[in-house]
């Protein structure tokens, strides 16, 4: 079974930073890509960062420019610097890992694709 568990959210104004981490623990072959999504209250959990053991980072596009995400060297730190927030960036933010597979390869921002969730770390951006 695989592990995650997120730290770093918060509250913080509008034009503020904040950065992420999720720690992954349990069976390494089963993490090929770490990512971050989000969902806010009456919407779909949306894709927001992925970075997979190719090294390729994939970003939403309202998030472009504004977040970076990292891994550490052993791949079971994942971090999402988010800087410039926006009221919009409001949201509960879940990391998110799961084992290869040709769709997690083409979609990695689909919800679908990953097998494992951490709880979710609260983001409030305020005016």
């Known amino acids: 079974q695989v592990r995650l568990v997120e730290s770093g959210g918060g509250s913080v104004q509008a034009g503020g930073s904040l950065r992420l981490s999720c720690t992954a623990s349990?069976?390494?072959?089963?993490?090929?890509?770490m990512a971050w999504f989000r969902q806010a209250p009456g919407k779909e959990r949306e894709g927001v960062a992925a970075?997979?053991?190719?090294?390729?980072?994939t970003y939403a596009e309202s998030v472009k420019g504004r977040f970076t995400a990292s891994q550490n060297n052993a791949y079971n730190i994942l971090y999402l610097q988010m800087n410039n927030l926006k009221v919009d960036d409001t949201a509960m933010y879940y990391c998110a890992t799961g084992p290869w597979s040709q769709n997690l390869q083409n979609g990695r921002l689909t919800v679908a694709y990953y097998s494992f969730w951490g709880q979710g770390t609260q983001i409030t951006v305020s005016s």
């Open positions: 349990g069976y390494p072959d089963s993490r090929y890509c």
């Open positions: 970075i997979c053991r190719d090294a390729v980072a």
